[in-house]
């Protein structure tokens, strides 16, 4: 048999040349998996798929290129592996001679230490055994082995180049394999979490821990030998809720801390697996004190991890590491828990101290006066909208309690800056830890428009070209959305926001529109329902909406799930809303929503986890004679439904129903109803409700358009005054308006409406509009009524309390300002009356068969005003006063006497309740009866002249109710 | 025994010189058996010829048919003749046989130094279920040499005969009795 191996081997071998048909397909790669090796899960994978067609135009899996997948193809590659034998792990030695050029040595069960050429600089043994746990490394509570522990020999070699170290994960019961880490098991029994020491020496994050899922495999850069195994922790019982205020109390987030082991005021050592592990080396945090430094900036950082599955107790356990000082103070978890594992006032590890960054200028930032923020994200992720709204608010605090200044667009530009001058002038202090040296750090959509960061295996990043598909090219960075929430934030939650449902004035004989009801209600089974009250129901409510100043966002409607909403700039609605919310709405002071359709306001509907904060402006007003005939447009309505929200600033809320065509100097014909006032329905569980404010926004702020269009001002000669039961007949007279002298008989003109109600800045308004003027003529015809106000309704729960601050809570008719002047008989002077009437003007009677003018209108009916439950407390002097980190005044109440309600009440007079220091609290229109009145009736139309008379004075509208106001 | 033996060589040599018949012969050992019903046979499926000792073997799918009124398929063994790192042995059942692939994970040379020109790829095992004799054919096969490219195959046929027990107990009891003329003949 040898000897005919010895003669046939050579022809056969032509043989082979003749007839081999070997002829490699170009890109025919194997590498079918894509996981950057050819390895027998290529050639397994080729061989399951054999006898099939191969896919056009290249197949990985057709190596020969004839178009059909074959064991030959799986030879071929098994020919072209990266390791030898098709290794894939642990099929090495367990021991060999490796020198410069590098090699490996390797267990049955997967183990292996690959070692790169130059890691060595001479032949040395290298090994690789199991052994059990050293004695006296005992797991402490919460820790479990996640495999076997390997001895690395020789023990203390060092290498001059990071070698890397696979081993097999056992992902205990109850853990996730992103639990586990790969430890360094020291002589004395201490266990050490291992970074990544092939990279930067300055890591926050454990990004150096691997994990494959398609082969369970843990991987790690090591710089030495010693024992190492896998170790799974966790930490949830550990740690306890703790919510950090600024000094002045504006400023609040909730972090999680630990309730035991010794973190904080040295150490920044703790978890489950460490805190009692004696480390030899043991290192105490340096205290900003000491070093003479202050906060001065923030720096944003991403775990980066290559472990899909990496969570936060790995980040965590590589953070508090009892020997392991490289660590940031916050850390959040993908559902926006944020746990804090040093002091502000500790200087930690996390970008440097400004020696490995080379460029220029220096920032002056470094660790000595920097806080870090860790991001969970492995890479390849999308941030998850719960950790992006953390940010905010843990950089908001950080900002306020460390006096930093809020980022700020270039008003040229419209942008940020953030670049290395305008960060070392003392501009943003909110960067990354990429500005700082250039790492890729935040990976991924942190910093750029639609473009996605990737992490190189250098841990560079890529080009930050990469575009996702499906990414809208329109949304801000996530950065520049943090930006633009701290610049917009506003510091002591004074500002009151404006809701605006209210109907459109009609023009001619239209009728106007009704406002629309706005309400705020905790109901935790509906949101329950609507967005999940634990595990999020819908699996797109990982995405935050954060809508940034600048270009207006318009491609919005419909249901709607997010994280959170951030809306700085505006939105643009067409259409109805309804927004599901995973955490909170916030609104800020410059933030718009607009909901619009066919001349109507559209529906806002939230659902919220959390305590919507409304300090821009949400106008759903329908349009002023939205259609062509004229007719108002109707008001939306806006509906937060609330699982369990804080105190809740109650933005002021406009709902007044349109105005009849009161303004039209020529009535065309008989004057129509006013529109109704919408409804403002609170009803709240046990929080307190802070309705006004004391330097808040003003609805003058807001730019708001005129709600009315067409009204002539005309400067008053006199003071307002009051009209009485009863009025005479208007003698003849004239007007003057803007210089110009009318006669009476021949228009009555309604002079200078005030903006809504005189004086009303902040609270809930619910007027009815005014009804329009009768027309004249021979027939003239009556006013129309004025519209009714709506219900203000307050149905809280026993623990629930209110807060009134210069708020003015108003139902009833609107009230329009008008003049007469008129001869005094005792007198024979002129005098000008004002009236503030509801219901509009009669039409003037004219020509010859004309025996009356029209009766002015009835005025509209007031609305109730009712508080149930609860109780109302002393105002506060900031919103944020309301909040528990301060809590109120212990047993101070509203007593009657604050109230200042004495003495008679003249109709129509307003009536305001004060606090005992002078403070503006609220105030009502209120009748004497102590009912609140409606509006008053129109002035009657016609001429004092021979055989005609005027018409009648139009009837004053009901009162409403008003009940669980103090002075009622 | 001997002169077909030589014979085979000779004439094996002589294809092989003369450069007609390249590529490899799948085989049955035994080529022909026989088994007592409710047994198990025992059959061999080997590669020949020179080309595998000087190409090598690298891989193969091979499909063997068998009358499945007669025989069931039990187990398939790998022969380790790929070498001692592979996909491992992969069997699958088709309607009336089974299917056996293998792909080496061996370097080329390191193969092709490990093998002859006689190999022995997968040992099956087929239990007797009804008597009768089942044709055992190939049918159909792809062999890859140590780089991948295909070795031509040629295929021989066996067969297995199923015997019922009574049978095979006489015609164990013939062989012994042969078996004991030939000792007394070589005694004496």
Known sequence: ??????????????????????????????????????????????????????????????????????????????????????????????????????????????????????????????????????VGAALPTGARLAG?????????????????????????????????????????????????????????????????????????????????????????????????????????????????????????????????????????????????NSVQAIVIHSTNSTNSGRTIDGELGWATDNCNLFLAHYYIDKDGLIYQVADDGSVTNHIGDGSNTGAQPSLGIVNGNAVGIELLNNVGEPYDGRQITSLVRLADYLSEAHGLARPVRDPATGLYARNRQSIANGGERVITHNDYNGKCDPVGFL??????????????????????????????????????????????????????????DSYGTEAPGDGGNVRFRVDRTVVGNAVGLVVPLSSTANAPLIVGPGTPRSNLSGTQTFSDVIIAGTLEVTGNLELRLVG????????????????NGGRLTVYSRGTPIIQGLIDARGEDGAAANGVGGAGGAVDFLLAAPGP????????????????????????????????????????????????????????????????????LPLAPRHVGDFLPPPPPFTLTSLGVTRPVADQRVPLVKSFLQPGFSRGLLTTGGMGGAGSGGAGALNGGAGGDGGNITFTLTPNARVAFRDADLITGAEVETVVYRFFLPESGLAENIVFPVSGSLGGVGTGTGATRGGDGGPGGKAGNILRTGGSIVPAPARFADLYPVRGFVAGLRLHDSDSGATGNTALGSVKEATSATGQKLYRLRISTSGALIGGLGGIAGGKAVAGQFPGAIGAQGAGGSLGGLPFQ | MKSPRWLGWVLFSAVILCGGAHGAILEFRPASTAVAGGHLATI????????????????????????????????????????????????????????????????????????????????????????????????????????????SASFNTGSITVVPEPGALILCMVGLLLLNATLRRRRS
């Open chain 1, 1 to 134: 048999m040898n000897t005919m191996r010895l003669v046939s081997k050579p022809l056969l071998a032509c043989a082979a040349l003749c007839f081999g048909s070997i002829q490699l397909a170009a890109g025919a790669a194997c590498d079918v998996n894509d996981d950057g090796a050819i390895d027998r899960a290529d050639v397994t994978a080729i061989t399951l798929a054999r006898n099939s067609i191969a896919t056009m135009p290249v197949d990985d899996r057709d190596a020969d290129g004839d178009h059909q997948i074959t064991v030959l193809d799986a030879r071929i590659c098994a020919t072209r592996c990266s390791l030898p034998n098709c290794a894939v792990a642990g099929l090495p030695p367990s021991s060999a001679v490796i020198g410069v050029g590098g090699g490996a040595v390797g267990l049955p069960d997967g183990a292996r230490i690959d070692i790169p050429p130059g890691a060595l600089g001479g032949a040395t043994t290298i090994s690789i055994k199991e052994i059990p746990l050293p």
């Open chain 1, 648 to 715: 809740l600033l109650v933005p002021t809320v406009i709902s007044r129903g349109g105005d009849s065509d009161v303004a039209n100097p020529t009535p065309p014909a008989g004057g129509t109803h006013g529109g109704r006032g919408g409804n403002v329905t609170i009803e709240t569980a046990d929080s307190p409700l802070f309705v006004g404010g004391g330097v808040g926004l003003r609805i003058n702020d807001l730019d708001l358009p005129p709600i009315r269009s067409g009204t002539i001002p005309i400067t």
């Open chain 1, 447 to 504: 910093r750029s428009v639609g473009r996605y960061f990737p992490l190189t295996a250098a841990q560079g990043c890529a080009t930050p070209s990469q575009t996702i598909a499906g990414a809208d090219p329109n949304a801000p960075a996530l950065l520049d959305a943090v930006y633009d929430a701290l610049g917009m934030l506003d510091r002591d939650r004074q500002h009151t926001g404006v809701v605006n449902t209210s109907g459109g």
């Open chain 1, 148 to 292: 076997k522990i390997y001895e690395l020999g020789p023990t203390g070699q060092t290498f001059q180049i990071p070698v890397r170290l696979t081993v097999p994960l056992v992902t205990p019961a109850g853990f996730a394999a992103g639990d586990g880490s790969i430890y360094r098991i020291e002589s004395d029994g201490s266990l050490h979490m291992v970074g990544d020491a092939s990279q930067d020496p300055i890591e926050a994050e454990s990004a150096g821990q691997a994990f494959d899922p398609a082969t369970g495999r843990l991987s790690v850069h090591l710089s030495g030998f010693s024992a190492y195994g896998a170790i799974a922790v966790k930490h949830a019982a550990n740690f306890a809720d703790v919510v950090l205020a600024s000094a002045n109390g504006t400023a609040t987030v909730t972090v999680r801390r630990p309730a035991t082991g010794g973190l904080r005021a040295t150490k920044p050592g703790y978890n489950a697996a460490t805190h009692k592990v004696n480390c030899a080396t043991q290192l105490n945090l340096v205290t900003r004190a000491t070093t003479g």
């Open chain 2, 44 to 151: 061999a499926i080997w590669a020949v010829g020179d080309d595998i000792d000087s190409r090598g073997l690298g891989a193969y799918d091979i499909s063997v048919t068998f009358d499945g009124n007669m025989l069931r398929f039990d187990s398939a063994q790998s022969e380790s003749a790929l070498g001692a790192f592979t996909t491992g042995l992969d069997v699958s059942l088709l309607a009336s046989g089974v299917n056996a692939v293998e792909v080496s994970f061996e370097a080329p040379d390191d193969l092709i130094a490990l093998q002859s020109g006689e190999l022995p790829l997968v040992t099956l095992r087929l239990l007797a279920i009804a008597p009768g004799t089942s044709a055992l054919a190939f049918s159909g096969a792809i062999l890859g040499d140590a780089s991948g490219a295909a070795l």
């Open chain 1, 584 to 599: 909170t709405f916030y609104l800020a002071p410059g933030g718009r929503i607009v909901l619009r359709q066919n001349g």
